[in-house]
């Protein structure tokens, strides 16, 4: 079975760095679709970055430009670097393993394996 472990969240300021990290235990993670979502109070879940299996990137209009998703295959490991964090960036943030999608996907539905949350907190 696919697990999925997130770690990395934290409270940090405006304009501040943050770097999560989710662990995937996946002889296929290299050939999955891979994803972070971020889910604020009282919103829908959204999809903030995605990489498929041959390393094409996808990004939400909200956050391109400051956040950046990589994976590490020798560590069997999906990052998501933030950068110039806003407090509109505050949420808990899962990533996401595809078991059918090869590209990059920001729908929800797309994605069959998810971590537990790690949560973000930006302030002003």
């Known amino acids: 079975q696919v697990q999925l472990e997130e770690s990395g969240g934290g409270s940090v300021q405006a304009e501040g760095s943050l770097k999560l990290s989710c662990a995937v235990s996946?002889?296929?993670?290299?050939?999955?679709?891979m994803a972070w979502f971020r889910q604020a109070p009282g919103k829908e879940r959204e999809g903030v970055a995605s990489?498929?299996?041959?390393?094409?990137?996808k990004y939400s209009d909200s956050v391109k430009g400051r956040f950046t998703i990589s994976r590490d295959t020798a560590k069997n490991t999906l990052y998501l670097q933030m950068n110039s964090l806003k407090p509109e960036d505050s949420a808990m943030y899962y990533c996401?393993?595809?078991?059918?999608?090869?590209?990059?996907?920001?729908?929800?539905?797309?994605?069959?394996?998810w971590g537990q949350g790690t949560q973000v907190t930006v302030s002003s």
């Open positions: 996401a393993s595809s078991a059918k999608w090869y590209t990059p996907q920001l729908g929800p539905g797309a994605f069959d394996n």
């Open positions: 996946a002889t296929t993670f290299n050939r999955r679709s």
């Open positions: 990489i498929g299996g041959d390393g094409k990137t």
